[in-house]
């Protein structure tokens, strides 16, 4: 297939609704002769719709009419995408309007089909679709629908939403009035920054704190039946959030651009009443675009909904047994264990490892034990502790040239403090006052002037909230500090932030209380209490593995007298691997309440939004002694369970999120009664399978669409459009 038909294809593949932002295609007024009709799709052209095809009944029944598109529909397309492609391609206008007269006849032919779909599926002797009320779609309810509609562009839309939902056809006018918007939206950026040339800009923090993975995404199936496209006239215009420093007279502007972008374009009729955007001929003819849009999802969704009867829960069970198997094999066979380190690492929701080999010895200095994944919370030395540690000699009497001895007398004086304020201050104000929300609880150690929570839009969301809840973050934890915000219009720049230094002890009352907080119960004696006198004051020798005559061997560190503290939180029941990321569970949110603490304190930013942690195996690893010695002893003790060492990096804070054995934690099984609970082992396999089983199959449905009927059922008339495509790109 030619680089041209591949794109046409991927135009009509796309089904876009983009709304033009200005080109100067056309210097005349070019209404009238837009008008001209220069393709014409009737799929019932096909042999499939003649006397004895198998859609005779739907050709007899006139339920197919001639879909005409016009030139305007081809400039429509052209300036909202096809002029992209354009330059993506390298195309002349030649090129670009033949691929975007072929993608709107194969969009036509996906309409026309989809129609013809819905109407005499069968499953058995049953419909497989119905309308919201379980009534199955019919030709005579198809029929009465259009028919009850005036005006030729009434019909078209009747015809579209016959086989919509109330809420798919108002999520897809939804959708359609965010576009107009957010192209409004970029206009108005370009008049607010012209208006304000030569004004100060606010000094923005140049760095921003990793942001948690999902914040500020929207639910799919979200939308807003009040929202509206806001033109700068109205006082009410649903939840669309203006930008800033958005005012009525920018925003008139704005539109006023919009307009004359529409108006150059051809796209706008001299005399249309522009007071309403919704009433306007391009607004309604991009209506039934999304419209269009929606059908051919539903279509698209259908046939992965086809492709998926075949996942029986018995054939699921086989795919489940063979992957353990396999594994299980695998595994035994591999004496490095070096395949199954590479599983280890690239564990996901899609990426499933069942099982584990037999461990064998920990590196030196540890007990044998199991695999399993780690978060690292680190608090570091200062850069002048850090230059400190690096330019002392070693502790006196140290063979080894290990400085410990001095790095405990630094680790004495480390300070934390909330890492947080470029949540604030950068060029996005993610904060909130959580103690105006209403029934909003916060964890803040008992500090009443802690208010401040972040990500409220992300936190916990409902059903039928605009944006999807954040994974594995918890969200109740204040910023650990003084907040002073900005007066109103100065800006998120200007909040002045304090934050509380806190030392090791210090930090781990705050995680011991925050989980507390979320309900989790923290083991009353811990397994290694901290110990603030003698840790730091220890000798050398101290730090050593002890010959048989008492002596400390200086070849070998004891890696154990650098705990610090070591405790547990002690679940309700065994935690279950199955239940690893279902809301519901204690398991869940103690990951999250560490998850967030992550986000508030860790400096080592490389393991922030990671699956599980950092991957943890026997062997002998890159990662220093001291992290590597921890995270083998917390994962060998299990899920819950915490540690505290040191090392030349600062404070480790090390807890163990999964673990294979050891822990009572159960592997992963297969439950047919668990693959619809989000956050089940059994729900992301059944996904995973269902997600490789439906690949490509509606794309693969489509091509054959448009390669069965696109030829038979459609007229082109090239010459139509011929001072298009004679343009020249100079």
Not at 155 to 173: I, N
Not at 331 to 351: N, V, W
Not at 469 to 489: H, I, S
């Amino acid at each position: 297939m030619k680089k041209q038909q591949v794109a046409a294809v991927c135009l009509a593949s796309a089904l876009t609704c983009g709304i033009c932002v200005g080109c100067d295609l056309v210097t005349s007024d070019p209404y009238k002769d837009y008008e001209q009709v220069v393709a014409e799709v009737n799929i019932t052209r096909h042999a499939d719709f003649g006397e004895n095809g198998k859609y005779a009944a739907i050709k007899n029944e006139n339920v197919i009419t001639t879909a005409e598109i016009t030139k305007r529909d081809l400039v429509a397309m052209f300036v909202s995408s096809g002029s992209s492609a354009m330059g993506q391609y390298n195309w002349s206008y030649a090129q670009t309007f033949d691929a975007i007269a072929n993608s709107l006849i194969n969009r036509q032919v996906y309409i026309q089909y989809a129609e013809v779909f819905f109407l005499t599926e069968k499953k058995g002797e049953e419909s497989r679709f119905k309308d919201e009320n379980g009534n199955a779609y019919t030709v005579a309810g198809f029929k009465a629908a259009v028919e009850k509609a005036e005006g030729d562009e009434e019909k078209q839309l009747a015809a579209l939403t016959y086989f919509l939902t109330p809420d798919e056809e108002a999520r897809a006018l939804y959708g359609l009035r965010t576009s107009f918007n957010s192209s409004i939206d970029s206009l108005e950026t370009s008049v607010i920054e012209n208006r304000k040339s030569g004004e100060d800009e606010d000094d923005f923090e140049s760095t921003v704190r990793t942001l948690p993975t999902g914040v500020d995404t929207e639910n799919e199936d979200y939308f807003d039946a009040d929202y509206r496209v806001y033109t700068g006239t109205q006082s009410s215009y649903g939840s669309y959030e203006r930008i800033d420093d958005s005012t009525a007279s920018t925003r008139r502007a704005a539109y006023a651009q919009f307009l004359s972008n529409l108006r150059s374009s051809g796209l706008l009729k001299a005399g249309e009443d522009t007071s309403d955007i919704e009433n306007l001929s391009y607004f309604k003819r991009e209506l039934r675009s999304a419209y269009e849009g929606a059908v051919i999802q539903k279509m698209n969704d259908s046939f992965e909904d086809i492709a998926a009867e075949v996942l029986t829960d018995e054939r699921v069970k086989q795919e489940y047994e063979k992957l353990l198997s396999d594994q299980q094999e695998n595994f035994a066979k591999d004496e490095t264990g070096s395949s199954f380190t590479t599983a280890l690492d690239s564990m996901s929701d899609t990426s499933f490892l069942l099982a584990a080999p037999e461990t064998r010895a920990r590196s030196e200095g540890s007990k044998k034990g199991s695999y399993g994944f780690v978060i690292n919370i680190l608090l570091p030395f200062s850069t002048t502790q850090t230059n400190l540690l690096e330019s002392v000699e070693k502790d006196q009497g140290d063979e080894a040239g290990n400085k410990f001895v001095t790095r405990a007398r630094i680790l004495q004086e480390l300070k934390a403090t909330d890492q947080r304020d470029s949540w604030f201050k950068g060029e996005t104000d993610y904060s909130f006052d959580y103690t105006e929300k209403e029934g909003m609880t916060a964890y803040n150690a008992g500090d009443a002037t802690r208010k401040y929570l972040f990500f409220e839009d992300s936190l916990k969301g409902e059903e039928d909230s605009k944006y999807e809840p954040l994974k594995k973050y918890y969200g109740e934890y204040t910023y650990n500090g003084k907040v002073t915000a900005p007066a109103e219009g100065e800006g998120n720049a200007k909040y002045k932030l304090e934050p509380k230094e806190i030392d090791i002890d210090g930090f781990i009352a705050e995680m011991e209380g925050y989980l507390a907080h979320a309900g989790l119960k923290v083991q009353e004696e811990a397994l290694k209490a901290a110990d603030s006198d003698g840790y730091y004051n220890k000798q050398v020798k101290d730090y050593y593995v002890k010959k048989a005559n008492g002596d400390p061997d200086f070849t070998k560190v004891d890696y154990s007298t650098f705990v610090y503290y070591q405790n547990k939180i002690e679940f309700e029941g065994t935690p279950n691997a199955n239940d690893l990321f279902n809301e519901e569970t204690e398991v869940y949110k103690a990951f999250s309440v560490i998850n967030e603490l992550s986000f508030a304190y860790n400096t080592d930013t490389a393991g922030l939004n990671s699956y599980l942690g950092y991957a943890v195996t026997p062997e002998k690893t890159s990662f220093v002694s001291e992290f590597e010695y921890a995270s083998h002893v917390v994962c060998a003790a299990g899920v819950g369970n915490y540690i505290v060492v040191p090392s030349d990096y600062g404070w480790h804070i090390i807890y163990c999120t999964f673990s294979f054995e050891n822990d009572g934690t159960e592997t992963f099984t297969w439950d047919a009664s668990q693959k619809e609970t989000e956050g089940t082992f059994s729900y992301a396999f059944y996904e995973a399978l269902k997600d490789k089983v439906t690949a490509n199959s509606s794309s693969v449905r489509q091509t054959d669409i448009i390669n069965t009927y696109a030829k038979a059922s459609s007229t082109l008339y090239e010459e139509r459009y011929k001072d298009l495509s004679e343009l020249s790109n100079n």
